[in-house]
C-alpha cells in the first residue's frame, strides 16, 4: 500500500500547512505549475517525489521534470500531465491518449478546479487537486491525499488549505 500525497499548481508557494498535510504520505506528486525550482527540491526533500512541469515552469523546471509522467503504482497504471480538460471535455488531444494508453487513473492540474470523477465512458479515474498555491482565481485551496492498495484508490481525502491568497502557518 502507499499513500500519496498530490498537488498542483502551487506556482512557487509552499507553506507550512502543505508540508504538515504531505508529511505522512509515502510519495508526492505534483501535477504542474510548480513555480521554483526551491519548491520542487523542498518537496523531493521531504518524500519520494514524482512531478510533470506545467505551462508557467520555466526552463530549469522543464529539464527537471517531463510533461507526461507515466506511473505503473501498486496494479494501477496512472497518466499525469498539467492541462487535460475535464470529463467529458478534455483538452485537445487528452481523449484520444486516453483512448490510447487506456490508463486506470488519469491526473491533472491547471484548472485550479478540484474534481474527482470516474468517467464512466472511458473507464478512467480523473483526478485534479485544485490549487495549493495562493494565486488564481480558485477559492480555497486544496490538495488530495489517498491510498492506492492491491489495484485499487482508496481512502481518498480533500484536504483545504486556506483561502486563496490567505496563508494559515499552524498545521
Not at 86 to 93: C, D, E, I, M
Not at 114 to 138: E, R, S
Not at 142 to 155: A, D, R, S, V, W
Amino acid at each position: 500500500m502507499k499513500r500519496i500525497g498530490l498537488l498542483s499548481d502551487t506556482h512557487g508557494h509552499l507553506d507550512e500547512r502543505i508540508m504538515h498535510h504531505l508529511s505522512d504520505c509515502d510519495e508526492i506528486w505534483h501535477a504542474g505549475d510548480i513555480g521554483t525550482a526551491a519548491v520542487s527540491d523542498q518537496l523531493g526533500a521531504l518524500k519520494p517525489y514524482r512531478a510533470v512541469y506545467g505551462n508557467i515552469d520555466g526552463h530549469e523546471l522543464r529539464r527537471m521534470h517531463k510533461e507526461n509522467l507515466y506511473i505503473k503504482c501498486e496494479g494501477l497504471n496512472i497518466w499525469m500531465t498539467h492541462i487535460g480538460g475535464r470529463p467529458p471535455r478534455y483538452a485537445k488531444g487528452i481523449r484520444e491518449q486516453l483512448q490510447r494508453l487506456r490508463p486506470d487513473v488519469f491526473i491533472c492540474g491547471h484548472s485550479h478546479i478540484l474534481k474527482v470523477q470516474k468517467d464512466q465512458q472511458l473507464g478512467v479515474w480523473y483526478i485534479n487537486p485544485g490549487a495549493a498555491g495562493i494565486h488564481g482565481f480558485h477559492k480555497m485551496r486544496t490538495l488530495i491525499k489517498f491510498e492506492i492498495h492491491e489495484g485499487k484508490l482508496q481512502n481518498m481525502q480533500v484536504v483545504e488549505l486556506g483561502k486563496r491568497g490567505q496563508v494559515i502557518d499552524e498545521a
